[in-house]
Structure formats: structure tokens, C-alpha cells
């Protein structure tokens, strides 16, 4: 079987363990049903995601020129504390920015490699944190708009990480925690203006299993641009890798933007 398509994020559900699609165009492939197979991805060319042209990729499945032009790449999307839109002051554009920013968005507590703190439209809960390839997390406060998010998230961070150690994550190097603890810990130091939204009464942790047949000792990243084919047998999916039992990885939402055949084969190994 043989598939080709631009790479976009994987979809995800929540069932007891989490189901991964990746949309190839006029198909979807359900990842789960691929484990155990031999899967040879090859790099076929970019595909820019906001104008769709072959241009090599900048950042987050962007060209250059749409990095810088596009409202789906403003700054505020990866530090939510310059949202402005509350202040109907414009971005890049702001009717956009207004449907994006001015809606319900969670601070939460999650548990990948070690516990982080991170936001999320209320939305995207529990996607945002599948992706993350958190085992657990928590819901901290919901406000009204991403800018208050954001200014919770800074304070918060000075006393926890908003980083992923990814290695950890892949390699299961995890432990339990208790978040509702540690919630609660972290409450004193949220900031007035978003006080008043703190989840004081919703302390249910969130607990996600992932479809691992095997997790790596060490891990390497595959750069598909540099070596153009890999092949391998899937043993795993967490956050947006792809874990292979040769110990090679492959994220597909830092891929996002390439155009790529996917062979599989007909068999388990």
C-alpha cells in the first residue's frame, strides 16, 4: 500500500488508548494499525501550508514569506502574553485574531517528562496535551482570553518548566506526580488579574495512554530532507513521534510542510 500527502499533525482520540489519523490527502490512515509493520517514508518535495507552493519550509509547515505574513504564524501563537486582541489592537489580522484570542483558554499542569506548565484553548483539551505526550495533566485556571493565559503562564513558569524534555518523554524516562498537589502549590503565584479564574473546585487529573509496543533505550531524530528514504518498523506513537525499533524517531508536526509517499507493507514483522 502506498500513500502520499503534505504532512500536517497527527489527529488524535482519547479512547482508552489514544488513536492516531494521519490525513494523507484523500485518505486517512489510522498509525495504530500500523505497529508492528515496516513503513518506508520518502521525501518527495514542500508544500507550503498557507500558500501551497513548493517552497522550502521555514518554521511550523510555513514558507518564509508566509511565516512573516501569515496570521497563523503571529507571535502571539507561541507566546500568548503579546496577545492583544482583548485591546483591539491588530496583529497581522485582526478579525482573526479576535476569533482565536477572545475565547475560553486553559493553563494547565502536564506530566511528559517532567510536570510543565503550558496553555491551551479550552478547545484543544485533552489534543494539546496528547501532543505533548503527557501521561497526565490538570486543568489550573480558565479565562476568558489567550492574553490572560499567557501573562499566568510567565508567572507560573518561574517556579516550573514550560519545556518538554522530549528525550525523556520518547525513552518513558517518567514518573507520577501529584498534580493536584502541586496545582495547588503553584496557586499563589498566579496573578491577580487571572486569580479569579483559578480552578479551585476541579481537581480531576486526566490520564492518557499511549500506543507504545516498545519504547527506545536512546533516540535519534530522522531528518527526512538530509536522507530522503527511511525505512523501518513502527513500535510506537507518542505526542506527534513516531518511534521505530531501530530507535530512530520522527516528529511529524516539526515536519509539517513536506510532501511524502508512505509505502507499507503487507505484513507484521
Known amino acids: 500500500m502506498e500513500y502520499q500527502g503534505v504532512l500536517k499533525k497527527m489527529i488524535t482520540s482519547n479512547d482508552s488508548i489514544v488513536q492516531y489519523y494521519l490525513d494523507m490527502n484523500d485518505d486517512f490512515l489510522n498509525m495504530n494499525q500500523l505497529l508492528d509493520r515496516e513503513i518506508e517514508i520518502s521525501f518527495e518535495k514542500y508544500e507550503c501550508l498557507s500558500c501551497h507552493k513548493n517552497k522550502e519550509i521555514f518554521r511550523q509547515g510555513f514558507c518564509k ?5 501569515s496570521p497563523n504564524a503571529g507571535d502571539w501563537i507561541i507566546n500568548p502574553e503579546k496577545s492583544t486582541a482583548h485591546l483591539g489592537i491588530e496583529d497581522r489580522d485582526l478579525e482573526f485574531e479576535k476569533k482565536m484570542q477572545l475565547m475560553p483558554h486553559i493553563v494547565y499542569l502536564a506530566n511528559s517528562s517532567d510536570v510543565k506548565v503550558g496553555v491551551t484553548r479550552k478547545s484543544q483539551v485533552p489534543t494539546r496535551w496528547i501532543d505533548q505526550g503527557a ?7 480558565e479565562v476568558p482570553n489567550r492574553y490572560l493565559a499567557g501573562i499566568t503562564e510567565v508567572a507560573l513558569k ?15 524516562e517518567i514518573q507520577d506526580v501529584d498534580l ?18 483559578y480552578l479551585d473546585k476541579n481537581n480531576k487529573e486526566i490520564h492518557i495512554n499511549f500506543p507504545v509496543i516498545q519504547y527506545p533505550e536512546k ?3 530522522l531528518n527526512l530532507i538530509k536522507s530522503s528514504i527511511y525505512k523501518g ?5 507518542k505526542g506527534q513521534y513516531l518511534i521505530f525499533e531501530d530507535s ?3 516528529n511529524i508536526r516539526s515536519n509539517e510542510g513536506l510532501v511524502v509517499k508512505i509505502s ?5 514483522k
Open 65 to 69: 514569506n508566509c511565516f512573516f505574513e
Open 135 to 141: 501521561h497526565e495533566a490538570i486543568e489550573v485556571v
Open 158 to 172: 518561574d517556579y516550573v518548566s514550560d519545556k518538554t524534555n522530549w528525550r525523556k518523554m520518547l525513552t518513558n
Open 180 to 197: 493536584i498537589a502541586k496545582k495547588e502549590e503553584l496557586s499563589k503565584y498566579i496573578p491577580e488579574e487571572a486569580m479569579q479564574y
Open 219 to 221: 533516540v535519534k531524530s
Open 233 to 237: 518498523v513502527l513500535k510506537g506513537i
Open 248 to 250: 530512530i524517531v520522527f
Open 264 to 268: 507499507i507493507s503487507s505484513y507484521e
